[in-house]
């Protein structure tokens, strides 16, 4: 219990639970086998649930799951049984998010595939090794989108098309209410 | 394959549409050759380097040569000033895990972008270097990492102490170094650095509890910025309030006052970790425990599930130890069951179960009822468990339970969903009296159409024993019977187990039941069959209805009294001959801990015949022994064997320990012997014994040990004989005897002269323990009805002033040597009374039962009631003396 707060894995699964992005830290797993049963676990046990206005929560084996879908992506982010829920939703809504920002409020599978490096980036950026490297999404999302502009692109620019999308983003929360 | 990535098929569904369809780990290997061009077209490495990841995160394998292949052509990328592009390196080589020998390729780039003027560079260069890196590289890079921890950039400061973190694991020396750094990057204003650095600062000083104390003493009165941070800091501090709890006296404890801030802070995610500190507090009052629960009640009734979730998960666990602390929720607890998420409502279930009061039972029942239907059975077995623990609670609301029981086991479900509630059922039935019958009848319906042999067979071996008790056990034959028409030969057999065990009984039914028995005999499953024969046989089938005889009845209901792994050893270890396996020949000692075990616990070897390697139990070791000595072979069967008591302190030149043999009328005492002194050889060494506190023994065997050279172990025996089935207790006085020879410890040989001399040993007892086996019983509560109160001592005492119960407990347990039951040895943590079952045999092979009610009060008294049954009321006697005069 003393421990600092640590996430086992985080998934990202499309509607058919096959893997877009996922990142394991923990030794739970250790085979492909082992992870892809886990995840059709998981995904077949939360298909029904309807967690696309707030994130659900779950409990498999010995974890907690808590997880968040939007289109045809299913968002995962896994913990140990005596974690902090509310840490292990923090994460998976900075995750959220930060793709929301980053795909500019298309958040589907192929935009998602289109764009797998930045979303492999954004994974890097929220935890490491376990650890909560970051949970705020406007941070995560600039600290990604400043790599994918080119070196000699101007910054007042980039800050321009963040605000942009981010403004798409919240006019495109608004009209779904 | 040479642009997928703008390949966009038209023909294809626009669902099926992917990038990287049709990948294939060959052709983007042979892609990666861009890298190596020598104008990088960086966009198209990142694209390729990205195939690579997907590779990678679908599972793929790149075998070592195609690993190190790649990383080669990857460390050319450095070459590039595209931000992008490096990014994507850095993944890359995290994800390639290079070995040592390649690092180096990269450390240098690395480390030129440790020192860059950019600050992404630099976080990210700090966590790949880490990650990849092993104990001699850190010691180059350390001075940077320590300059990175209070870099004024968070994203540098928080690279830095979370690979800190990681490299505590491996180099801890190391990391040890940077406290001073990290002791000033808590101190940061950036959220995030804060709570990296407060978790690596922690972790360094995690064994030195004073630290820690001091640690959190500051920054409790401190500002902490991050709920992170915050949660953080809850954490340590219950764990320093858990540490100090064995000195601080009643009042107020100590950092209460934090935690409890700590519900009013602004951050969800710190106001629930701080209720679940408190709730988690030992020994935790009522009136720590109100702020916090009302907090989780308003979490209750939140619109996030998460939050519902953890809130119900937390009271549900408040509810085992203060069921009453949580009843102030039950309203709202009561709104969940119907909520969406079944992990939700299953938790308020059973949180309401576990607080609800006896008139509360059947609302909640019916409100359960409509919920079974549509949730999962592993929820499902949990609801059953509550139910079955508020039935035993509340035993006259027995009759809605049950029928709810049987209910759900009328529905659909699976294996262990309806062996939950079988269970349940029997253990109703045995707890409460009055639910029997229809128990048994809702347990008979059941196997008219149970697709689980091993259900069937359970549940026919139970109506075996209780059906007959009945009122009326004739209403059961036709269950049992139409399982013999309708099942597979597993069940089949049972039924013909059960049928016989009625008409053993009751005799009234004893014609009908051979009849029906005969009819099996025609069975078609050889095993069906031979139990049919047995049981005519021994029943007396022949027509003639006799009064079944108690051998008939031992047969059929006693209780296999010997250990099945025991009964499976001597078994496998029977060869078929003439001689019928004998079951008495089965050791009634639970194996205890195998030799080898105990020779890695003790460096000095205590001495046997046996290799370590064997896995031979010490009983039969023992007895293998012993029977090998001529002279102590008419001394019968052995009954016990002690554990060995040490008879010297460790670390003297001649190390020695005994143990105790006890036979029929005979004490065999085997020394264990051991020189520890290499210039020395041993000869004739034997124990003298002065028994002159040991009236009834007489001594009247010894088998001295020739020769003891050093650090061989050898054994000398002793026997005495005392009157027959007497338990004579005694105190035994030991000199080690011997001749001594000088070793030359260079050849190895022995002079030819050697000194008598002698080695003081410490006294050894023989204590009524040793007269009593250590033998557990399955069912206490079975085994102590069926022993009957013909033969029971009951007696008060009083045990003085204890450290604390579990200290009493122990003690009389460890005097009486019988085995505990049932784990009721066990005590909760903080509890003021216990009841304690052992079981075990006395000498003669007499069964005896224990239950031990015992009682503290404030001043620390402790009172013990001890009720004693057996077989013999000598022995229930005796028992109460050996608590009398320990």
Redesign the interface.
């Given at each position: 219990?003393?421990?600092?707060?640590s996430i086992k894995n985080i998934l990202l699964l499309d509607s058919e639970g096959k893997?877009v992005?996922?990142k394991y830290y923990s030794e739970d797993w250790p085979t492909?086998s082992a992870?892809?049963s886990f995840e059709k676990a998981v995904f077949t046990k939360t298909q029904k649930?309807?967690a696309r206005t707030?994130?659900?929560?779950?409990?498999f084996e010995n974890t907690i799951v808590?997880y968040k879908f939007v289109q045809d992506l299913h968002f995962f982010v896994t913990g140990g049984d005596n974690e902090?829920?509310?840490?292990?939703?923090?994460v998976l809504q900075g995750f959220f998010d930060a793709v929301g920002i980053l795909l500019r409020g298309n958040v589907d599978?192929?935009e998602a595939?289109?764009n797998?490096?930045l979303i492999?980036?954004c994974l890097?950026e929220i935890v490491?090794?376990g650890?909560?490297?970051?949970?705020d999404s406007n941070v995560i999302a600039s600290?990604v989108a400043?790599?994918?502009?080119?070196?000699g692109a101007p910054l007042s620019e980039q800050t321009i098309s963040q605000a942009l999308a981010t403004a798409r983003e919240h006019l495109a929360r608004s009209l779904l209410k | 394959m040479a642009q997928p990535l703008v390949k966009k098929d038209d023909d294809r569904d626009d669902e099926e549409y992917s990038p990287f369809l049709g990948i294939e780990k060959g052709a983007v290997l042979q892609e990666a050759r861009v890298f190596n061009d020598p104008q990088l077209d960086s966009r198209r490495c990142s694209q390729v380097i990205t195939k690579l990841l997907y590779l990678l995160n679908q599972g793929e394998t790149f075998t070592k040569v195609e690993a190190t292949e790649v990383f080669f052509s990857v460390t050319k990328l450095f070459q590039s000033r595209d931000i992008g592009l490096r990014r994507m390196v850095y993944l890359i080589i995290k994800e390639l895990s290079p070995s040592a020998d390649e690092v180096i390729i990269v450390t240098s780039s690395l480390m030129k972008d440790m020192n860059s003027k950019t600050d992404m560079y630099r976080a990210n260069a700090i966590r790949v270097l880490c990650r990849i890196t092993d104990g001699t590289l850190l010691t180059q890079i350390e001075r940077y990492l320590k300059q990175a921890i209070v870099d004024k950039n968070p994203v540098v400061a928080s690279a830095a102490l979370v690979s800190g973190i990681h490299l505590l694991q491996t180099n801890p020396e190391i990391v040890k170094r940077w406290s001073n750094e990290v002791q000033e990057a808590v101190q940061s204003r950036a959220a995030l650095v804060q709570f990296h650095a407060l978790a690596l600062l922690h972790q360094i000083r995690q064994n030195d509890r004073l630290a820690v104390s001091k640690l959190v003493t500051s920054l409790t009165r401190g500002t902490v910025r991050s709920p992170l941070a915050q949660c953080l800091l809850i954490r340590y501090t219950s764990q320093v309030i858990r540490e100090s709890a064995g000195n601080a006296q009643m009042g107020d404890r100590p950092f209460y006052d934090y935690l409890e801030g700590c519900l009013r802070h602004k951050a969800e995610m710190v106001i629930f970790e701080a209720a679940r500190a408190i709730t988690e507090l030992h020994g935790v009052t009522t009136r720590e425990l109100t702020p916090a629960i009302t907090v989780l009640q308003l979490f209750l009734s939140s619109s996030k599930p998460v939050l519902r979730f953890a809130a119900v998960r937390t009271l549900n666990k408040v509810a085992m130890t203060h069921p009453m602390a949580v009843t102030n929720c039950n309203i709202d607890m009561e709104s969940l069951i119907s909520d969406q998420n079944r992990s939700i409502a299953t938790l308020a279930i059973t949180t309401l179960l576990k607080t609800g009061n006896e008139s509360s039972v059947d609302r909640l029942m019916k409100q359960i009822t409509n919920f079974m239907s549509d949730i999962a059975d592993e929820f499902k077995i949990v609801v059953v468990e509550a139910i079955r623990s508020l039935c035993l609670k509340f035993p006259l609301k027995y009759r809605a339970l049950m029928n709810f029981l049987s209910n759900i086991l009328r529905e659909e479900g699976g294996f262990e969903y309806k062996k939950a509630i079988v269970d349940s059922i029997v253990i109703l039935i045995r707890d409460i009296p009055d639910a029997k019958e229809s128990g048994l009848l809702h347990l008979c319906e059941f196997i008219e159409d149970c697709e689980f042999t091993y259900l069937s067979t359970q549940i026919l071996h139970f109506l075996g024993i209780e059906g007959p008790k009945t009122s009326d056990p004739s209403k059961y034959i036709r269950y049992i019977y139409n399982r013999v028409h309708l099942e597979n030969a597993t069940v089949r057999a049972s039924a013909v187990s059960t049928l016989a065990k009625f008409g053993a009984l009751v005799d009234s039914l004893k014609p009908r039941v051979f009849i029906l028995l005969r009819r099996c005999l025609f069975d078609s499953d050889d095993e069906v069959r031979d139990r049919a024969t047995l049981y005519l046989n021994t029943l007396g089938g022949d027509g003639s209805v006799v009064e079944t005889d108690s051998d008939v009845k031992d047969f059929l209901f006693g209780s296999l009294d010997v250990p099945l792994v025991n009964l499976e050893t001597s078994l496998k270890n029977y060869e078929a001959s003439e001689e019928p396996f004998d079951i008495n020949s089965v050791p009634k000692e639970i194996k205890s801990q195998p030799l080898a075990e105990k020779k890695a616990q003790s460096k000095k070897p205590t001495g046997l015949g046996v290799t370590p390697s064997a896995p031979v139990s010490t009983v039969d070791a023992y007895e293998k022994l012993l029977s090998s000595i001529p002279e102590f072979s008419n001394f019968g069967k052995l009954f016990k064997s002690s554990a060995p008591v040490e008879l010297t302190e460790p670390e003297t030149e001649y190390a020695v320990n005994v143990v105790k043999h006890i036979f029929d009328s005979h004490v065999v005492f085997q020394y264990n012997c051991t020189n520890t002194i290499p210039e020395q050889l041993l000869e004739n060494v034997i124990v003298a014994v002065d028994a002159s506190e040991a009236e009834e023994f007489s001594e009247v065997a010894s088998k001295p040990l020739a020769s003891l050279p050093y650090d061989t172990p050898g054994q000398t025996f002793l026997a005495f004989e005392r009157p027959e089935g007497v338990p004579a207790v005694g105190k035994f006085s030991n000199t080690l005897r011997f001749i001594v020879k000088e070793v030359d410890p260079t050849t190895g040989e022995a002079e030819e002269d050697g000194v008598e001399d002698e080695y003081q040993l410490e006294d050894l007892e023989v204590v009524p323990a040793d007269y009593i086996l250590k033998v557990p019983v399955f069912n206490f509560r079975n085994a102590w009805e069926s022993m009957g109160p013909d033969f029971e001592r009951i007696d008060e005492y009083g045990l003085g002033q204890r450290e604390s119960l579990t200290e009493a407990v122990n003690t009389v347990i460890n005097l009486l040597g019988l085995q505990p039951c049932e784990g009721t040895e066990v005590l909760a943590s903080n509890s003021r009374s216990h009841t304690c079952l052992l079981s075990g045999v006395y000498i003669g092979n007499v069964k005896v039962l224990v239950r031990l009610s015992f009682g503290i009060d404030s001043s620390r008294e402790v009172a013990m009631k001890l009720a004693v049954r057996s077989e013999d009321e000598a022995v229930s006697d005796a028992i109460h003396e050996i608590v009398g005069s320990g």
């Amino acid at each position: 219990m003393e421990s600092c707060p640590s996430i086992k894995n985080i998934l990202l699964l499309d509607s058919e639970g096959k893997r877009v992005a996922v990142k394991y830290y923990s030794e739970d797993w250790p085979t492909n086998s082992a992870k892809e049963s886990f995840e059709k676990a998981v995904f077949t046990k939360t298909q029904k649930t309807n967690a696309r206005t707030e994130a659900e929560i779950a409990m498999f084996e010995n974890t907690i799951v808590v997880y968040k879908f939007v289109q045809d992506l299913h968002f995962f982010v896994t913990g140990g049984d005596n974690e902090n829920e509310l840490i292990l939703s923090t994460v998976l809504q900075g995750f959220f998010d930060a793709v929301g920002i980053l795909l500019r409020g298309n958040v589907d599978k192929k935009e998602a595939l289109e764009n797998l490096d930045l979303i492999l980036l954004c994974l890097d950026e929220i935890v490491d090794g376990g650890i909560v490297l970051e949970t705020d999404s406007n941070v995560i999302a600039s600290k990604v989108a400043s790599h994918s502009i080119d070196a000699g692109a101007p910054l007042s620019e980039q800050t321009i098309s963040q605000a942009l999308a981010t403004a798409r983003e919240h006019l495109a929360r608004s009209l779904l209410k | 394959m040479a642009q997928p990535l703008v390949k966009k098929d038209d023909d294809r569904d626009d669902e099926e549409y992917s990038p990287f369809l049709g990948i294939e780990k060959g052709a983007v290997l042979q892609e990666a050759r861009v890298f190596n061009d020598p104008q990088l077209d960086s966009r198209r490495c990142s694209q390729v380097i990205t195939k690579l990841l997907y590779l990678l995160n679908q599972g793929e394998t790149f075998t070592k040569v195609e690993a190190t292949e790649v990383f080669f052509s990857v460390t050319k990328l450095f070459q590039s000033r595209d931000i992008g592009l490096r990014r994507m390196v850095y993944l890359i080589i995290k994800e390639l895990s290079p070995s040592a020998d390649e690092v180096i390729i990269v450390t240098s780039s690395l480390m030129k972008d440790m020192n860059s003027k950019t600050d992404m560079y630099r976080a990210n260069a700090i966590r790949v270097l880490c990650r990849i890196t092993d104990g001699t590289l850190l010691t180059q890079i350390e001075r940077y990492l320590k300059q990175a921890i209070v870099d004024k950039n968070p994203v540098v400061a928080s690279a830095a102490l979370v690979s800190g973190i990681h490299l505590l694991q491996t180099n801890p020396e190391i990391v040890k170094r940077w406290s001073n750094e990290v002791q000033e990057a808590v101190q940061s204003r950036a959220a995030l650095v804060q709570f990296h650095a407060l978790a690596l600062l922690h972790q360094i000083r995690q064994n030195d509890r004073l630290a820690v104390s001091k640690l959190v003493t500051s920054l409790t009165r401190g500002t902490v910025r991050s709920p992170l941070a915050q949660c953080l800091l809850i954490r340590y501090t219950s764990q320093v309030i858990r540490e100090s709890a064995g000195n601080a006296q009643m009042g107020d404890r100590p950092f209460y006052d934090y935690l409890e801030g700590c519900l009013r802070h602004k951050a969800e995610m710190v106001i629930f970790e701080a209720a679940r500190a408190i709730t988690e507090l030992h020994g935790v009052t009522t009136r720590e425990l109100t702020p916090a629960i009302t907090v989780l009640q308003l979490f209750l009734s939140s619109s996030k599930p998460v939050l519902r979730f953890a809130a119900v998960r937390t009271l549900n666990k408040v509810a085992m130890t203060h069921p009453m602390a949580v009843t102030n929720c039950n309203i709202d607890m009561e709104s969940l069951i119907s909520d969406q998420n079944r992990s939700i409502a299953t938790l308020a279930i059973t949180t309401l179960l576990k607080t609800g009061n006896e008139s509360s039972v059947d609302r909640l029942m019916k409100q359960i009822t409509n919920f079974m239907s549509d949730i999962a059975d592993e929820f499902k077995i949990v609801v059953v468990e509550a139910i079955r623990s508020l039935c035993l609670k509340f035993p006259l609301k027995y009759r809605a339970l049950m029928n709810f029981l049987s209910n759900i086991l009328r529905e659909e479900g699976g294996f262990e969903y309806k062996k939950a509630i079988v269970d349940s059922i029997v253990i109703l039935i045995r707890d409460i009296p009055d639910a029997k019958e229809s128990g048994l009848l809702h347990l008979c319906e059941f196997i008219e159409d149970c697709e689980f042999t091993y259900l069937s067979t359970q549940i026919l071996h139970f109506l075996g024993i209780e059906g007959p008790k009945t009122s009326d056990p004739s209403k059961y034959i036709r269950y049992i019977y139409n399982r013999v028409h309708l099942e597979n030969a597993t069940v089949r057999a049972s039924a013909v187990s059960t049928l016989a065990k009625f008409g053993a009984l009751v005799d009234s039914l004893k014609p009908r039941v051979f009849i029906l028995l005969r009819r099996c005999l025609f069975d078609s499953d050889d095993e069906v069959r031979d139990r049919a024969t047995l049981y005519l046989n021994t029943l007396g089938g022949d027509g003639s209805v006799v009064e079944t005889d108690s051998d008939v009845k031992d047969f059929l209901f006693g209780s296999l009294d010997v250990p099945l792994v025991n009964l499976e050893t001597s078994l496998k270890n029977y060869e078929a001959s003439e001689e019928p396996f004998d079951i008495n020949s089965v050791p009634k000692e639970i194996k205890s801990q195998p030799l080898a075990e105990k020779k890695a616990q003790s460096k000095k070897p205590t001495g046997l015949g046996v290799t370590p390697s064997a896995p031979v139990s010490t009983v039969d070791a023992y007895e293998k022994l012993l029977s090998s000595i001529p002279e102590f072979s008419n001394f019968g069967k052995l009954f016990k064997s002690s554990a060995p008591v040490e008879l010297t302190e460790p670390e003297t030149e001649y190390a020695v320990n005994v143990v105790k043999h006890i036979f029929d009328s005979h004490v065999v005492f085997q020394y264990n012997c051991t020189n520890t002194i290499p210039e020395q050889l041993l000869e004739n060494v034997i124990v003298a014994v002065d028994a002159s506190e040991a009236e009834e023994f007489s001594e009247v065997a010894s088998k001295p040990l020739a020769s003891l050279p050093y650090d061989t172990p050898g054994q000398t025996f002793l026997a005495f004989e005392r009157p027959e089935g007497v338990p004579a207790v005694g105190k035994f006085s030991n000199t080690l005897r011997f001749i001594v020879k000088e070793v030359d410890p260079t050849t190895g040989e022995a002079e030819e002269d050697g000194v008598e001399d002698e080695y003081q040993l410490e006294d050894l007892e023989v204590v009524p323990a040793d007269y009593i086996l250590k033998v557990p019983v399955f069912n206490f509560r079975n085994a102590w009805e069926s022993m009957g109160p013909d033969f029971e001592r009951i007696d008060e005492y009083g045990l003085g002033q204890r450290e604390s119960l579990t200290e009493a407990v122990n003690t009389v347990i460890n005097l009486l040597g019988l085995q505990p039951c049932e784990g009721t040895e066990v005590l909760a943590s903080n509890s003021r009374s216990h009841t304690c079952l052992l079981s075990g045999v006395y000498i003669g092979n007499v069964k005896v039962l224990v239950r031990l009610s015992f009682g503290i009060d404030s001043s620390r008294e402790v009172a013990m009631k001890l009720a004693v049954r057996s077989e013999d009321e000598a022995v229930s006697d005796a028992i109460h003396e050996i608590v009398g005069s320990g």
